[in-house]
Nanobody, 119 residues
């Protein structure tokens, strides 16, 4: 099983994009991103039924995570995009909420989707 992220593209600074992740019904889904030459970093996570959600400080107030459990889908709405948001974005599943920011606990990584913020 791989959780496939989609919806990336090229957008100008200040623009918006919505990423999607087919979550295969997993309870907790996280979004990560990896820019060239940098480590993969946690962006946001959400629990089934949207009972809990959390964000990295770098995206708080600009990104919004949501999910449609009936469609087994998780979304990342990205607004006010900045050039430093440029990265490959991935979604993956983690078994417990206490591990949501622990990269090594996530499984079922897909290939990711490229987001490029540039004028």
């Amino acid at each position: 099983v791989q959780l496939q992220a989609s919806g990336g593209g090229l957008v100008q600074p200040g623009g918006s994009l919505r990423l999607s992740c087919a979550d295969s019904g997993f309870h907790i889904i996280g979004w990560f991103r990896q820019a060239p030459g940098k480590e993969r970093e946690w962006v946001a996570c959400i629990e089934r039924s949207e009972s809990s959600a959390d964000y990295a400080d770098s995206v708080k107030g600009r990104f919004a995570i949501s999910r449609d459990d009936a469609k087994n889908a998780v979304y990342l709405q990205m607004n006010s995009l900045k050039p430093e948001d440029t990265a490959v974005y991935y979604c993956a599943a983690v078994p417990e909420w206490r591990y949501v920011m622990v990269l090594s606990k996530y499984k079922f990584w897909g290939q990711g989707t490229q987001v490029t913020v540039s004028s």
